[in-house]
């Protein structure tokens, strides 16, 4: 069972660090390196599928509390039209149609480069310096946005241009682990004029087909063969991070109706040098 108390932890990092602009890719990385899956009782290439699978919890929490504005169908109501369109909440559609916009730049990059990314780059080193660059990042733009006003402060004005730009920024986030996928296109969508609520609410609902994509080729790539402790872990893994999720989306709205992103800057720099000092120490 240690196995799977290893599992939860992770779930726990998982939930914690996957909206929350620190990079969970790079902490799920870190805590590999400190308390890895024991690989005698796990398959080879389990725990590179098992970070990037487990986040299909966080998506889940992520459906659930914005299930009414995520969700593009409806009953008709009396003379709103006739047909299928009826059926069809078009501002909603829109939205979607954008996010698959978002997508497209990670979505080429993923297929096309991603055992080589995670050959080249899944390593200690490029985690903690994508953890400081962006945390200066993130102090720097807030720094200069602080007293601008923001040009889009509604989802309904994100246009396709905007969320092609956006995702665009998230391709960084593809390629760099500890970048942070939630960071990059926040901070994208910040220095583009979008306020900080509705970059982050669009960051969240980005996340829900990017995640889904990025677990079905890993999938796929590791097989469907899962031994019952394998399946065990991951299932409990993504139940952990689902729960903790629903708590720390709502702490992260809340949060950022009443302070900016700077804060996340300087924990990132502060925990890149520390990744930075102990592992070259051990090392």
């Known amino acids: 069972m240690g196995e799977v108390l290893k599992a939860i932890l992770y779930g726990i990092v998982e939930g914690i660090t996957e909206w929350l602009p620190i990079s969970s890719t790079g902490h799920l990385i870190l805590l590999e390196e400190l308390l890895p899956f024991d690989g005698e009782v796990l398959s080879e290439g389990f725990f590179e599928m098992f970070e990037v699978v487990i986040q299909l919890g966080a998506i889940l929490a992520v459906v659930v509390l914005f299930f009414r504005r995520l969700w593009p169908f409806a009953l008709p109501r009396e003379g709103s039209g006739k047909g299928i369109l009826s059926y069809i909440k078009m501002d909603i559609m829109t939205m979607w149609f954008k996010i698959l916009v978002s997508c497209l730049p990670a979505a080429v990059i993923g297929i096309l480069f991603d055992d080589v990314l995670d050959a080249l780059f899944y390593r200690y080193e490029v985690v903690a310096v994508a953890l400081i660059v962006f945390g200066v990042g993130f102090i720097v ?54 306020s900080r609520k509705v970059a982050a609410e669009y960051t969240f609902f980005l996340a829900i087909p990017v995640m889904f994509g990025a677990s079905l080729l890993k999938l796929v790539k590791f097989g469907f063969h899962f031994t019952g402790m394998e399946t065990l872990c991951l299932l409990s893994g993504c139940v952990v991070a689902f729960l903790v999720s629903l708590f720390v989306l709502r702490f992260l709205m809340s949060y950022i109706k009443k302070h900016d992103f700077k804060v996340f800057g300087w924990y990132r720099i502060v925990l890149g040098i520390l990744v930075l000092v102990f592992f070259g120490w051990i090392r």
């Not at 246009?159 to 960084?172: E, M, R, S």
Request: net charge positive; aromatic share 10%; charged share 15%.
């Open 141 to 194: 733009i807030e720094n200069w946005n602080k007293g601008r006003r923001p040009r889009i402060t509604r989802l309904s004005q994100i246009t396709y241009q905007t969320a092609l730009w956006i995702g665009v920024f998230q391709v960084i986030a593809a390629v760099f682990p500890g970048t942070s996928r939630s960071g990059a296109t926040i901070l994208g969508a910040l220095l583009i004029g979008v």
